[in-house]
């Protein structure tokens, strides 16, 4: 793994191709929240070049409960958000150097032997009792 020392540039972990055909260095980030998912495509210098924002529904089945599709909400969101952000002015899909997810969690998603969802996801905030917690959800001690 190649380590950047405080001494060199700002691109020391750019791909070697990314400044390819003269374009600056972009940074693409990602956050999948729990209303809505988030990106930003920026300079080295901090420079935000492009913006995208996706809402999306939080499914609530039971009270305290908080769950997302994981290919419409995390999949399609981030797949549309990074063609948004690639499509925008100023933005050469070449010179991407990095891209940075951050998503909600911790979350429990089931999945079958091929990786696809067996259910929606149960987000952070999943308030789900069991065994003496149902006494307790339901007013007993």
Do not use: N, Y
């Amino acid at each position: 793994m190649m380590r950047a020392s405080r001494r060199e540039s700002p691109h020391a972990f750019a791909r070697p191709d990314a400044e390819a055909g003269g374009s600056e260095p972009v940074f693409l980030g990602v956050d999948i929240g729990t209303g809505s998912s988030k990106g930003v495509a920026v300079r080295a210098d901090g420079q935000v070049v492009a913006r995208a924002t996706r809402p999306h529904r939080t499914a609530t089945p039971c009270p305290g409960w908080f769950e997302h599709d994981a290919e419409i909400v995390w999949w399609a969101d981030f797949t549309g958000i990074v063609r948004e952000l690639l499509a925008a002015d100023g933005v050469d899909a070449r010179a991407v150097a990095a891209v940075g997810v951050s998503g909600i969690g911790p979350c429990l998603l089931p999945a079958d032997a091929a990786g696809r969802p067996l259910r929606r996801a149960a987000a952070r905030r999943v308030l789900r009792p069991t065994g003496g917690g149902d006494r307790r959800a339901a007013g007993g001690r």
